[in-house]
């Protein structure tokens, strides 16, 4: 069983169009609704109640996947009683909310949909939210017999639980823009490099235009990573995003002495040394949720790389990973076990969420393991230190 509440939108446009099409494309159902208002025509009109009561909350939208494994033997009976025991546990007891069954993919699985506000308008604390639903979890695990963390196919789980990419006529550009830019800056990184790395694994792209004052143009990407959209800037979103950007990417160099590098370095040196070619390195790195890019100079040398570990939700440059250097990945390309492969010696696009399945795909269904890589060069260690 695994659990997963997406980032919050300051509208419930997304999460709810998300869900909706679903059902009017035949994928997904409304399995169950909670507190409906009755004198209101259903969950849509009474959400639309309590949106319009919200005056301030810029995290109002509540999504949930809850993704049970095949050998839980959840009935769907069972999966609504286990969503109203987390939805109690999280505050949301007394709020409206409905779960959506989604057959659009092999494994069948649940989304829940509410409100962050209750019906004065008043925020639902959101504090340790993520911890609260793992210690639930564990709790509500042994009185409906499954196993935390685990499913049928961990990296399907881990596509379908992320902030959407952008799609191409797919809802509102300006709303799905606002959205992606808002989900990114949940991200820690420092640098506008970073910033449009970021973006573009979700299919935005950036451009800095320098005037008084300095302003953000973002466009939407195609698959092929190629812009498919008029420019949005400031006036078609709701925010200003240079002011969001310069006081996030502040607030996260201030944060030195960075810990969780240590798994991601692991992960990355043990990849590095088992690829083939640098399209298979990206590969075996995507099957672990992580995005790199790798620059080139004008001569074709290697002289940039970068990662974007989306479990800890972290942008990294290769220089803060321990025990892995560019010469490392100049070796590989030159005198390694690249050479000659497919290593695409131009500069690279930025590779989305989008070719993720494509990237599995070429290793046959890809493969989960960083913990065991992490384990076991750990247990080396140790061995080595005795």
């Known amino acids: 069983m695994v659990v997963k509440i997406m980032a919050s939108s300051p509208t419930m446009k997304s999460a709810l169009e998300y869900n909706e099409k679903k059902v009017s494309n035949g994928e997904a159902e409304v399995i169950h609704t909670a507190n409906v208002d009755p004198d209101l ?42 969503v109203a025991d987390i939805m109690e546990g999280l505050g949301f007891a007394n709020q409206p909310y409905a779960v959506y069954r989604h057959d659009d993919i092999e494994r069948r699985h649940y989304h829940v949909v509410s409100i962050r506000t209750d019906s004065n308008g008043r925020k639902i604390p959101s504090r340790q939210e993520n911890r609260r639903c793992l210690l639930l979890q564990e709790t509500l695990s042994m009185k409906y017999g499954f196993i935390v963390g685990c499913t049928t196919n961990e990296q399907l789980d881990r596509v379908q639980t992320h902030q ?14 606002d959205s992606i830019v808002r989900y990114c800056c949940t991200y820690r990184f420092t640098s506008y490099t970073q910033f449009r790395f970021l973006l573009g694994t979700y299919g935005v792209s950036v451009t800095e235009v320098s005037s008084l004052p300095q302003r953000f143009v973002f466009r939407g990407l195609d698959e092929k990573g190629k812009a498919c959209t008029v420019p949005i800037s400031r006036k078609d979103i709701s925010f200003d995003p240079v002011k969001m950007f310069q006081a996030h990417s502040k607030e996260c160099s201030r944060t030195k002495g960075y810990h969780g590098t240590g798994e991601l370095s692991e992960v990355c040196s043990q990849c590095l040394k088992e690829s083939t070619s640098q399209k298979h390195f990206r590969a075996m790195l995507a ?41 490392d990945f100049r070796n590989a390309e030159t005198q390694g076990q690249w050479q000659g492969q497919n290593n695409d010696a131009k500069q690279e696009p930025l590779a989305g969420m989008a070719t993720l399945a494509d990237l599995l795909s070429s290793l046959g269904g890809g493969r989960s393991m960083s913990r065991d890589i992490y384990a076991r060069t750990k247990k080396k260690s140790k061995g080595m230190k005795m």
């Not at 009561?53 to 049970?68: A, C, D, G, I, Q």
């Not at 959407?164 to 823009?177: E, H, L, N, Y």
């Not at 290697?302 to 942008?315: A, G, L, Q, W, Y």
């Open 41 to 82: 025509d259903g969950f849509l009109e009474t959400i639309k109640r309590y949106e319009r009561r919200n005056f301030s909350s810029k995290e109002l939208s509540f999504h949930m996947s809850v993704n049970p494994s095949q050998t839980d033997g959840l009935s769907e009976e069972k999966v609504k009683e286990l």
């Open 287 to 327: 099957a672990e949720n992580v995005d790199v890019k790798i620059m080139r100079n004008n001569d074709g040398i290697i002289s940039r790389v970068m990662f974007i570990d989306h479990e800890t939700k972290n942008v990294h440059n290769l220089s803060e990973l321990k025990d892995l250097s560019l010469a």
């Open 164 to 177: 959407a990419r952008f799609s191409p006529g797919k809802a509102d550009t300006a709303v799905q823009i």
